[in-house]
């Protein structure tokens, strides 16, 4: 079964900095990654998604993904930090097996200081 | 495109009580999920419909949970006798596509508290 893990529960960055939120992938197949973002009180939101067509992905607001096969990884960055950006990232999956169920990692929380 | 819409947003319950959710879907959308998030967590599986039809639920929804789609459209979750360990935010996601890279839309969910 398909399956991500999100290393680092918290990552903090200063505004204009980059933002590096990882999530590494464990599948048998070729697998389909999402990125969400959820912000406080507030359902998920699609950021990007991996769909084979390109390694790099670019997404809404101004985040983009590789996707790097020989490293199972498909990590979130964006150049510069905004204030706006605070928010929880999830790394999720397709489950190939399962009617194309999400599953998700556990998450990552962004925090940016002025 | 009114999106995803779940009601209520909060419910404080006691436990024992039954408590329904429910979600209304993007319009069209015939693909709906139900997901529960327990804090600190990610989304977890619980459900999933096509058209009215239910065509997978995890084992994580127990015989106190039922799901319903009766005409395709808008979406029940119930839970029976509820317990403290159902406190969550339940959220629901719709989608048009078919396929591993369809695209599911979330809603604002429902954050219960069982106490």
């Known amino acids: 079964a398909q399956s991500v893990t999100q290393l680092g529960s918290h990552v903090s960055v200063s505004e204009g900095a980059l933002v590096l939120l990882r999530c590494n992938y464990s599948?048998?197949?070729?697998?389909?990654l999402f990125w969400y973002v959820q912000y406080p009180n507030q359902g998920l939101q699609l950021l990007l998604k991996y769909t084979s067509a390109a390694t790099l992905v670019k997404g809404i607001n101004g985040f983009e993904a590789e996707f790097k096969k020989s490293e199972t990884s498909f990590h979130l960055t964006k150049p510069s930090a905004h204030m706006s950006d605070a928010a929880e990232y999830f790394c999720a999956v397709s489950d190939l097996e399962s009617f194309q169920k999400l599953v998700f990692g556990t998450g990552t929380r962004l925090l940016v200081s002025p | 495109d009114t999106g995803v819409s779940q009601d209520p947003r909060h419910k404080i319950t006691k436990r024992g009580q039954n408590v329904t959710f429910r979600c209304d879907p993007i319009?069209?959308?015939?693909?709906l999920y139900w997901y529960r998030q327990t804090l600190g967590q990610g989304p977890e599986f619980l459900t999933y419909f096509q058209n009215e039809a239910q065509l997978e639920k995890s084992r994580l929804l127990s015989d106190r949970f039922s799901a319903e789609r009766p005409k395709g459209s808008f979406s029940t979750l119930e839970i029976q006798r509820t317990e403290q360990g159902d406190s969550a935010m339940y959220l629901c996601a719709s989608s048009l596509e078919f396929g591993p890279t369809e695209t599911q839309y979330f809603g604002p969910g429902t954050r219960l508290l069982v106490l």
């Open positions: 599948s048998s197949v070729p697998p389909y």
């Open positions: 319009s069209e959308h015939n693909r």
